[in-house]
């Protein structure tokens, strides 16, 4: 069996799968939060063995300062995701004065004869995970993976333009994440890279449709065949690739099928040494440029060709820094804040790390983190100018500017970036959820309608952020049944989110189901103490006067306190 990672295992009878963050037994699903899925995966890799507090809190929690309960709950967590009695324990026995020990059987999907995709386990009616922010982790050869990523998309683009027959449809395809053939584990964060920026560069093509990297990274360490994922996510291509790397030699491959026959249409093998891929981007650019009947307007060229930074050390602290900002926690946050600051030391001119900050201060913001609220706000813009100052074709920096512009209530602003992340990348599913996002805020419900239904298009396993927008849509048109079904779905998709709560509890005021939405009100009130109707109006970025009077109302009826 392959050691416990991103890849899928079972333990006992609960299919664990790390990439969505649930543990699946028949029909039943349970979601597990970031942590508490590490520690399991943790305990995992090493079955049977015994397993201290200290070294879970140094390899897990990755030696930060956390208080003694921290694991303890963690653990209890564990215990009641898998129904499991600390007293009589059939998974997870608690060794006195030693630490912990996972007990039960781990075996691999396929010996146990499990189906090879998660979604064969789940109700069709279930929504199914994604992550908010790409798991890009670090790397040490982004300059590679760059330049491979313009050598790939544009090969695509040879074989769509000469043997296709959409219809007039463009051609869409997911890329799966690339497998890592290295001895070295530490290359997932390569082949992770070069997965996300081919799926980038391909988003900034007008003329072929691109699932979000948020979906492809959900079948990481899966074996389903194409034809399957063609029919999941309605996409005509896949690319699929691996990368294998010794000292300074990289050996890619990448091929693409046709979902339609499971054929392979396209297949390519790249033997490179890191300090050629310049040279070699140049000329393979140049030879399929020529040989093509493709039309690629001016700005998309332009676009294909920038690079965010050319210092590999550089862009290893990036990844690092997008890696821990995936965990959504203020500890975490401020991690990611340190890796982004130490690329920038080494490439002051790396602007989506500049970027990347100013979404850390905003989320701050929006999150009550900070101490310092207009002083974080006022970093936060200007880092996301200094960013597009830096870097006009990046669609993730206009992200961060139209979010720290939402944030500030600066929703003219906020409009105008977000539409700029998707004149650069047509098919960038989060510029989608921002304008969505926006068109809310500014009392545009039907347009956010659309707005997310397209995200949502881009990225099929969309998780909690789309459900919100949508049921948030939903609540301002007055649809509160629809509102009730979206945004409970939201919930269940995470629990610890303040928002979602908010705008589920007005939406049970209207629908007459008070006592349901007292009690949300009151799980709102554990998650965050010091909410109020005041925070609320402070924060929260709606521009009209009356939709806001509207929303205080309904959460006032629902119990929360001025």
Same mark, same amino acid.
């Given at each position: 069996?392959?050691?416990?990672?991103?890849?899928?295992?079972?333990?006992?009878?609960?299919?664990?799968?790390?990439?969505?963050?649930?543990?699946?037994?028949?029909?039943?699903?349970?979601?597990?939060?970031?942590?508490?899925?590490?520690?399991?995966?943790?305990?995992?890799?090493?079955?049977?063995?015994?397993?201290?507090?200290?070294?879970?809190?140094?390899?897990?929690?990755?030696?930060?300062?956390?208080?003694?309960?921290?694991?303890? &709950?963690?653990?209890? +967590?564990?215990?009641?995701?898998?129904?499991?009695?600390?007293?009589?324990?059939?998974?997870?026995?608690?060794?006195?004065?030693?630490?912990?020990?996972?007990?039960?059987?781990?075996?691999?999907?396929?010996?146990?004869?499990?189906?090879?995709?998660?979604?064969?386990?789940?109700?069709?009616?279930?929504?199914?995970?994604?992550?908010?922010?790409?798991?890009?982790?670090?790397?040490?050869?982004?300059?590679?993976?760059?330049?491979?990523?313009?050598?790939?998309?544009?090969?695509?683009?040879?074989?769509?333009?000469?043997?296709? &027959?959409?219809?007039?449809?463009?051609?869409?395809?997911?890329?799966?994440?690339?497998?890592?053939?290295?001895?070295?584990?530490?290359?997932?964060?390569?082949?992770?890279?070069?997965?996300?920026?081919?799926?980038?560069?391909?988003?900034?093509?007008?003329?072929?449709?691109?699932?979000?990297?948020?979906t492809s990274s959900t079948f /990481?360490? +899966?074996?389903?065949?194409? +034809?399957?994922?063609?029919?999941?996510?309605?996409?005509?291509?896949?690319?699929?690739?691996?990368?294998?790397?010794?000292?300074?030699?990289?050996?890619?491959?990448?091929?693409?099928?046709?979902?339609?026959?499971?054929?392979?249409?396209?297949?390519?093998?790249?033997?490179?040494?890191?300090?050629?891929?310049?040279?070699?981007?140049?000329?393979?650019?140049?030879?399929?440029?020529?040989?093509?009947?493709?039309?690629?307007?001016?700005?998309?060229?332009?676009?294909?060709?920038?690079?965010?930074?050319?210092?590999?050390?550089?862009?290893?602290?990036?990844?690092?820094?997008?890696?821990?900002?995936?965990?959504?926690?203020?500890?975490?946050?401020?991690?990611?804040?340190?890796?982004?600051?130490?690329?920038?030391?080494?490439?002051?001119?790396?602007?989506?790390?500049?970027?990347?900050?100013?979404?850390?201060?905003?989320?701050?913001?929006?999150?009550?983190?900070?101490?310092?609220?207009?002083?974080?706000?006022?970093?936060?813009?200007?880092?996301?100018?200094?960013?597009?100052?830096?870097?006009?074709?990046?669609?993730?920096?206009?992200?961060?500017?139209?979010?720290?512009?939402?944030?500030?209530?600066?929703?003219?602003?906020?409009?105008?970036?977000?539409?700029?992340?998707?004149?650069?990348?047509?098919?960038?599913?989060?510029?989608?959820?921002?304008?969505?996002?926006?068109?809310?805020?500014?009392?545009?419900?039907?347009?956010?309608?659309?707005?997310?239904?397209?995200?949502?298009?881009l990225n099929p396993y969309f998780?909690?952020?789309?459900?919100?927008?949508?049921?948030?849509?939903?609540?301002?048109?007055?649809?509160?049944?629809?509102?009730?079904?979206?945004?409970?779905?939201?919930?269940?998709?995470?629990?610890?989110?303040?928002?979602? /709560?908010?705008?589920?509890?007005?939406?049970?005021?209207?629908?007459?189901?008070?006592?349901?939405?007292?009690?949300?009100?009151?799980?709102?009130?554990?998650?965050s103490p010091t909410a109020t109707?005041?925070?609320?109006?402070?924060?929260?970025?709606?521009?009209?006067?009356?939709?806001?009077?509207?929303?205080?109302?309904?959460?006032?009826?629902?119990?929360?306190?001025?």
């Amino acid at each position: 069996m392959k050691m416990p990672g991103h890849s899928e295992f079972l333990i006992a009878d609960w299919r664990v799968a790390p990439a969505q963050g649930v543990l699946t037994r028949g029909h039943e699903v349970v979601r597990l939060e970031p942590k508490a899925m590490d520690v399991l995966v943790y305990l995992a890799s090493r079955p049977g063995e015994v397993v201290t507090r200290e070294e879970l809190e140094r390899d897990v929690w990755r030696g930060a300062l956390v208080g003694y309960d921290a694991v303890t &709950n963690t653990v209890i +967590k564990l215990r009641k995701a898998l129904q499991d009695d600390a007293r009589k324990p059939r998974f997870l026995a608690t060794i006195p004065k030693k630490g912990y020990q996972l007990i039960a059987s781990i075996t691999d999907p396929e010996d146990a004869g499990a189906p090879g995709s998660l979604a064969n386990g789940v109700p069709e009616t279930l929504p199914r995970p994604w992550r908010r922010w790409p798991a890009w982790s670090a790397g040490r050869t982004g300059t590679f993976i760059a330049a491979l990523a313009v050598i790939v998309v544009l090969g695509l683009m040879s074989l769509w333009i000469v043997d296709r &027959n959409h219809g007039g449809e463009p051609p869409s395809i997911v890329v799966l994440p690339f497998e890592n053939l290295s001895a070295d584990a530490m290359q997932d964060y390569l082949a992770d890279g070069i997965t996300e920026d081919i799926i980038t560069d391909l988003s900034k093509l007008s003329k072929i449709l691109v699932i979000a990297s948020s979906t492809s990274s959900t079948f /990481k360490g +899966k074996r389903v065949p194409s +034809k399957q994922i063609g029919t999941d996510l309605n996409v005509q291509y896949v690319l699929r690739g691996s990368i294998q790397r010794l000292g300074d030699k990289v050996r890619v491959t990448a091929q693409l099928f046709d979902t339609n026959t499971g054929i392979t249409t396209w297949a390519q093998r790249y033997d490179r040494t890191v300090a050629q891929v310049f040279a070699v981007q140049d000329e393979v650019t140049r030879s399929i440029v020529e040989a093509l009947a493709v039309k690629i307007t001016n700005q998309e060229e332009s676009l294909l060709a920038q690079r965010a930074t050319n210092d590999l050390r550089a862009y290893d602290y990036f990844q690092e820094g997008q890696r821990l900002f995936n965990f959504s926690t203020r500890e975490y946050s401020e991690q990611a804040r340190e890796a982004y600051r130490k690329a920038i030391e080494l490439d002051p001119g790396y602007g989506r790390a500049y970027g990347a900050i100013a979404v850390t201060l905003a989320f701050d913001y929006r999150r009550g983190w900070t101490d310092t609220p207009n002083e974080t706000l006022d970093r936060g813009l200007e880092l996301a100018k200094k960013a597009v100052a830096l870097d006009h074709g990046s669609p993730q920096i206009y992200f961060a500017l139209g979010f720290v512009h939402l944030a500030r209530k600066e929703f003219v602003d906020a409009e105008k970036a977000a539409a700029r992340s998707l004149e650069i990348a047509p098919n960038y599913a989060d510029g989608y959820g921002l304008l969505a996002l926006i068109s809310n805020s500014i009392g545009q419900p039907r347009r956010a309608v659309a707005l997310v239904t397209k995200g949502m298009r881009l990225n099929p396993y969309f998780t909690w952020q789309y459900l919100y927008v949508l049921g948030t849509a939903y609540y301002m048109l007055g649809d509160y049944d629809a509102a009730i079904t979206t945004l409970e779905e939201a919930q269940s998709r995470n629990e610890n989110v303040v928002q979602t /709560k908010q705008l589920l509890a007005a939406s049970y005021v209207n629908a007459g189901r008070q006592d349901d939405a007292e009690w949300v009100v009151d799980r709102l009130r554990i998650l965050s103490p010091t909410a109020t109707l005041t925070e609320i109006e402070r924060h929260l970025p709606i521009e009209r006067p009356e939709q806001m009077r509207a929303l205080l109302d309904d959460l006032r009826k629902a119990g929360l306190p001025e």
